[in-house]
């Protein structure tokens, strides 16, 4: 069946950089999300990638796309306090009607 | 800018109540959703809607139902409230689908059943 699998916990210091996780299984997904999610608040669109894509930068995020595994990874360089949150991965269910949501990894960021 | 926006924050609700949660869009959406959040099982979709009055079950509908009378409002209603009900609750929109749609979610509400 369809399922996103990621890491639950990531923690890393400030100033490093974080590398966050995540496997898919629909391989005729077209887009590919990661979603932020703030304590406290609702998620909020990070970043997604086309599934023509290996790879998409965005200021300090950088997506990393590979199909043939069917892994897809989130770096964030010079992590900052204020990165500390739940990332998820999520890709489109077969019938493209929904989202399917990693269960989320958490990104804990020390001083 | 979308803007989602849930009824309440936090709700304390006493087991056998009857709860609405309700979930306004301003973007003109066709698509609206309800998950719930438990630590540890991520995100899980109750029901969705693609349609005024359409709805359809998610992977988890058992003790919920849903009502969109109007395009801009999706309502998730616990008929019976259980404990196993205490949950964030969250919702969420999209445009029509092209192929998996960004969504768009509310702050959630933070639901306590006693």
């Known amino acids: 069946g369809e399922d996103v699998e990621q890491s639950l916990f990531l923690s890393v210091r400030e100033g490093d950089s974080s590398v966050i996780n995540c496997t898919y299984t629909?391989?005729?997904?077209?887009?590919l999300y990661w979603y932020k999610q703030e304590p406290g608040a609702g998620l909020q669109l990070l970043t997604y990638i086309f599934s023509n894509m290996d790879m998409k930068q965005d200021q300090r995020l950088t997506v990393l796309l590979n199909k043939k595994d069917k892994h897809l990874s989130l770096r964030i360089a010079d992590t900052q306090t204020g990165d500390s949150a739940i990332y998820f991965c999520?890709?489109?269910?077969?019938?493209?009607?929904?989202?399917?949501f990693g269960k989320g990894t958490t990104l804990s960021v020390s001083s | 800018d979308v803007k989602v926006t849930q009824s309440s924050r936090y709700l304390v609700k006493r087991t056998g109540e009857k709860v609405f949660l309700e979930c306004v869009q301003d973007?003109?959406?066709?698509?609206m959703f309800w998950y719930r959040q438990d630590p540890g099982l991520g995100l899980r979709l109750i029901y969705f809607s693609y349609d005024v009055k359409m709805k359809e079950k998610g992977d988890i509908p058992e003790g919920y139902s849903v009502s969109r009378e109007k395009k801009e409002r999706f309502s998730l209603i616990l008929e019976s409230a259980s404990t196993n009900q205490t949950s964030m609750y969250l919702c969420?929109?999209?445009?029509?689908?092209?192929?998996?749609?960004?969504?768009?979610f509310g702050p959630g509400t933070r639901l306590l059943v006693l």
């Open positions: 629909d391989s005729s997904s077209t887009y």
């Open positions: 999520a890709e489109p269910n077969q019938a493209g009607t929904a989202l399917i």
């Open positions: 969420a929109s999209s445009p029509p689908t092209g192929y998996g749609e960004t969504q768009y």
């Open positions: 973007m003109d959406h066709e698509n």
